[in-house]
Nanobody, 129 residues
Framework: QVQLVESGGGSVQAGGSLRLSCAAS????????MGWFRQAPGKEREGVAA????????YYPDSVKGRFTISQDNAKNTVYLQMNSLKPEDTAMYYC??????????????????????WGQGTQVTVSS
């Protein structure tokens, strides 16, 4: 089992920035895919970033590319999500996810994490206009 604890959410005005943190503990893999998802009320859960912790390869959907950056600190077993130029449509609950097996993210990272991941409890991000 893997335990994930997110922090760093909050309220910010449009154009502002936030940095989310995800601390992992338990049976973590040194080389696996970890990511961030978000879910707004009435909408499906959406993958917004992923990182292959083995080499640091990163993945983003077009909706956040250039604004969000995922990074890792292997010594702290922590993954970060730096969010810049935030928009009201970024308002959502943000979840950290860790792939339940060793291996890279791949092009289908969002589906793999959604279906085969350990999930944190989430942290709320609210962006006001």
């Amino acid at each position: 089992q893997v335990q994930l604890v997110e922090s760093g959410g909050g309220s910010v005005q449009a154009g502002g920035s936030l940095r989310l943190s995800c601390a992992a503990s338990g049976n973590t893999y040194s080389s696996t895919c970890m990511g961030w998802f978000r879910q707004a009320p009435g909408k499906e859960r959406e993958g917004v970033a992923a990182i292959y912790t083995g080499v640091g390869s990163t993945y983003y959907p077009d909706s956040v590319k250039g604004r969000f950056t995922i990074s890792q600190d292997n010594a702290k077993n922590t993954v970060y999500l730096q969010m810049n130029s935030l928009k009201p449509e970024d308002t959502a609950m943000y979840y950290c996810v860790a792939q339940s097996f060793r291996g890279p993210c791949g092009t289908k990272w969002s589906r793999l994490l959604y279906e085969h991941g350990y999930w944190g409890q989430g942290t709320q991000v609210t962006v006001s206009s």
